[in-house]
């Protein structure tokens, strides 16, 4: 039974991990009696269970040297306005060059996630009007995207212990590809909107998944999973910080054995951490709002990372008609295999996918497999590895250098490396210790000639970047171990000589 003391009708509430409503025990929610269906509803209905329904929608900006269908170089922070083509500007009688590049990537990305890759997908018009589409509409593939049917594995933390993790799937149910639009600057000093075009043409993929997440730890561990994916085969380089991986989250609540409440839609999150607060809110709002008797509107919100809410932003009562069309200056975009390529079909005009698919590399998942078997490290240390960008080469470059043994390696790299990079916001490859002078630290401890309290000190002052070497600090500090017995005894002797009344009081008792 629910514990006493909090009042009110016990309803049973959305439970996952972290993600779970509080102060009240776990899985558990206290709600008026005064609220939907009253304290006699509830008696005969029991306990209520709430079933949350998450769903992404991810934007991957695509690793290419030039936009999706002109050759105007795709590059970040550049001057506004300096890298926008005739095309990108939409200006009359231009037409779209589709780049190869692009296409192989969404394709590289489609296999790595287990999808059916289509030979033949098509491209369409999105019509809408905005001031940063200078076109009136957006190049995507609507109808027959590149990819279908896939799935992402992923991890989660039980009770946020990374020593006992689950693993989950979403399904995916396509990836397309589609031209970024421009970016919008707000001047609110000038009260004016300028529009700048160096985004405007390069190329996204477009990962749409299921609705198979209950909470925000699952939506960020399953983008977490998708981040490290993409960069690991190079089709996006997919740094959240300068927009190269945005999500747009759509939440709902409802009862086990109902239809799917109505849901609502969180546009352009740009951060793990967000994302897992902007739709943890989302549920608790929409189950609380649904408690209080109130309804949820179909409506599009931004998440406040300052407020830590979610604010409207427009409503979807009323779908949005984009006119939907195909593309008449694209044709059909055709891809083959080893069976349906032609032999007198010239290889560098053409996307083989069986050729990329001979090129992937170890995903993430292996990845981890591999470090857990060859160093016997614990499965939770591989995660943290490969989530820290460069730590696993750190780790192996150290491993290699030293004679200590990699359970003992990982500890120091963890518990203190991390630590000190995380406390002065460095990653690292900007870290002042290289994985060199670690290693010689730790071949110091390993053959005894300094004690880990020492060795810590030793790390401190390599932390400072002064180019000393671990041998010179230990030199300069006096911390070697002393091994010679006849000199230990001399130091004994010589503190006893020099504290004769102490000696002779603990003598006498």
């Not at 970016?183 to 993929?205: E, F, I, P």
């Not at 990962?207 to 998708?226: N, T, W």
């Not at 470059?397 to 963890?414: A, F, S």
């Not at 970047?465 to 001399?490: A, M, S, Y």
Request: hydrophobic share 40%; net charge neutral.
């Amino acid at each position: 039974a629910p514990a006493k003391g909090y009042g009110g009708v016990w309803r049973r509430a959305w439970q996952c991990g972290a993600g779970r409503l509080s102060p009240v025990p776990r899985g558990w929610r206290a709600f008026p009696s005064n609220a939907r269906g009253g304290a006699g509803s509830a008696a005969k209905c029991g306990l209520v269970p709430w079933v949350p329904v998450v769903g992404l929608e991810v934007h991957a900006q695509i690793s290419s040297n030039s936009k999706l269908f002109s050759g105007s170089q795709v590059q970040f922070a550049a001057p506004p306005n300096s890298l926008v083509s005739f095309f990108d500007a939409s200006l009359p009688g231009t037409l779209p060059v589709l780049n190869r590049r692009c296409v192989e990537a969404v394709v590289m990305t489609g296999l790595a996630l287990n999808c059916r890759v289509n030979k033949k997908s098509l491209f369409d018009r999105k019509h809408y009007f905005y001031a940063d589409l200078p076109a009136g509409y957006q190049i995507t593939q609507q109808r027959v995207p590149i990819a279908v049917n896939g799935s992402l594995s992923y991890s989660v933390c039980v009770d946020n212990k990374m020593s006992r993790m689950v693993t989950k799937t979403v399904r995916i149910k396509q990836i397309q590809l589609e031209q970024d639009s421009g970016k919008s600057l707000h001047d609110d000093t000038r009260s004016q909107t300028l529009v700048d075009l160096n985004r405007a043409g390069v190329g996204l993929m477009e990962v749409v998944m299921e609705p198979d997440m209950c909470c925000g730890e699952e939506a960020a561990a399953a983008v977490k999973e998708l981040q490290l994916i993409l960069q690991t085969l190079g089709s996006s380089q997919a740094v959240m910080a300068e927009g190269q991986l945005r999500v747009d989250a759509n939440v709902s609540v409802h009862h086990p054995g109902e239809p799917y409440g109505v849901r609502t839609e969180v546009k352009n999150i740009n951060s793990l951490r967000f994302l897992a607060k902007a739709v943890d809110y989302e549920i608790q709002r929409q189950i609380e709002e649904l408690e209080n008797g109130g309804t949820i509107l179909n409506e599009t919100r931004a998440f406040d990372s300052k407020l830590g809410c979610t604010i409207p932003m427009r409503d979807k009562e009323e779908n949005q008609d984009y006119r939907f069309m195909p593309e008449p200056n694209l044709p059909p975009l055709i891809l083959y295999d080893a069976k349906s390529l032609p032999a007198n079909m010239n290889h560098q005009q053409v996307v083989n996918i069986d050729w990329i698919h001979e090129r992937l590399p170890d995903l993430p998942s292996v990845k981890r497999a591999k470090l857990v078997e060859q160093y016997g490290i614990l499965p939770e240390h591989s995660f943290t590895l490969l989530n820290e960008d460069g730590l696993t080469e750190f780790f192996e470059n150290v491993v290699n250098q030293t004679q200590m043994k990699p359970k003992k390696v990982i500890g120091w790299i963890l518990n203190d490396m991390l630590s000190y990079l995380k406390q002065h916001s460095l990653t690292v490859k900007e870290s002042p210790v290289s994985s060199f002078l670690l290693a010689d630290l730790l071949n110091l401890l390993e053959k005894k000639e300094i004690s880990s309290t020492a060795a810590k000190q030793v790390l401190a002052e390599l932390w400072k970047g002064e180019g000393k070497t671990p041998l010179d600090i230990v030199k300069e500090k006096k911390l070697e171990l002393i091994q010679d017995q006849k000199e230990l005894e001399d130091i004994c002797q010589a503190v006893i000589d020099a504290r004769e009344n102490e000696v002779i009081m603990v003598v006498l008792g």
